[in-house]
């Protein structure tokens, strides 16, 4: 006799392939697709990354999930080209592939969720320091080095927004340093700027070693509450500095909106509501609409800004 038991409810597999096991940040990702799988429903997490950082390691990971037959697979690839053929072999199967956080090439997947841009980067970090020194007065940035692809082109768009909007009129960009990505040297720049500036009143670095760095030499020179600090960095290495106040709000992208957004976005492709085409617009609950712009490419938004409310829960994942 044939059953009458309804047919149970279809579930999708999605895969996070991470760089490597055993990372706070990665794990937060994790948590942030679990939230997402959940207010889904009916789609199940399957979370895996090789003990070390490679690609081999990831290509052997994508292998067997193909034989796994999972509907979609997100990947924070450990090189943007060498994983192309396995990712290609998977789409080739109907699996919807989508990188997040470190790209893969636009031939070997569909979507590219990147954290942020260069212009909404930019420009939140003036926005953050003018907050902070109350919209006037002199500030300073120190950067990483002075090639550094990434860290010009933000200082590019904070000197025209310095430049260009009426709102900062009253702030003065009076130098900008490079303590080349090195704890010492940072340090040692920062002194440096509070002796040679002495009405200085703000300082920028878009730099993990940076932000940190200046946190200690604010610090050390007993500076807390005379010379404000803003950047880029790590929850775990700036919450003494969050904590003292010699740092009291930085940013950088949130791990656990990057897995969310992931799932959202892959779980899109699994469901045919996107393609992966530019004008695609994805719901991405919580996160809103993520729009899906030139070669697959997707910008999550501004990043995530800490502070002495979120910094103890942050600070324990990365």
């Not at 904590?243 to 656990?256: E, M, V």
Request: hydrophobic share 45%; proline share 4%; aromatic share 6%.
């Amino acid at each position: 006799l044939a059953s009458c038991a309804p047919a149970a409810p279809k579930v999708s597999k999605i895969a996070i392939v991470v760089k490597s096991l055993g990372n706070g940040f990665f794990d937060a990702v994790r948590d942030g697709g679990m939230e997402a799988a959940k207010q889904l429903g009916s789609t199940e997490i399957i979370y895996q990354g090789p003990s070390t950082p490679t690609a081999e390691g990831q290509i052997e990971i994508i292998a067997s999930l193909i034989a796994q037959k999972v509907q979609a697979i997100c990947v924070s690839a450990n090189d943007a080209d060498a994983l192309i053929p396995i990712t290609k072999k998977a789409m080739g199967k109907g699996i919807k592939v989508m990188s997040f956080d470190s790209g893969i090439s636009k031939d070997g997947r569909m979507v590219d969720l990147v954290p942020s841009v260069t212009e909404l980067i930019g420009k939140q970090q003036v926005e953050l320091v003018s907050g902070l020194i109350g919209g006037e007065g002199e500030i300073a940035i120190l950067s990483a080095t002075s090639q550094a692809t990434n860290q010009n082109a933000w200082i590019e768009v904070m000197k025209a927004e310095l430049a260009s909007n009426p709102a900062y009129s009253k702030i003065k960009l009076v130098a900008t340093v490079y303590g080349d990505d090195l704890s010492d040297k940072s340090y040692r720049e920062a002194i440096g700027l509070f002796e040679a500036h002495p009405k200085l009143k703000g300082i920028i670095a878009p730099t993990t070693v940076g932000i940190a760095a200046a946190g200690k030499a604010i610090t050390d020179k007993k500076l807390i509450g005379k010379v404000q600090l803003t950047g880029l960095g790590l929850p775990s290495e700036m919450k003494f500095y969050v904590d003292n106040g010699a740092c009291r709000k930085f940013a950088l992208w949130n791990p656990i909106d990057l897995g969310y957004t992931s799932v959202m976005i892959a779980n899109a492709l699994v469901k045919k509501t996107i393609t992966g085409k530019q004008g695609d617009v994805v719901k991405a609950g919580r996160m809103g609409e993520i729009k899906i712009g030139a070669d697959g490419g997707a910008v999550m938004g501004v990043p995530f800004v800490f502070e002495k409310s979120n910094i103890e829960q942050f600070a324990k994942m990365f």
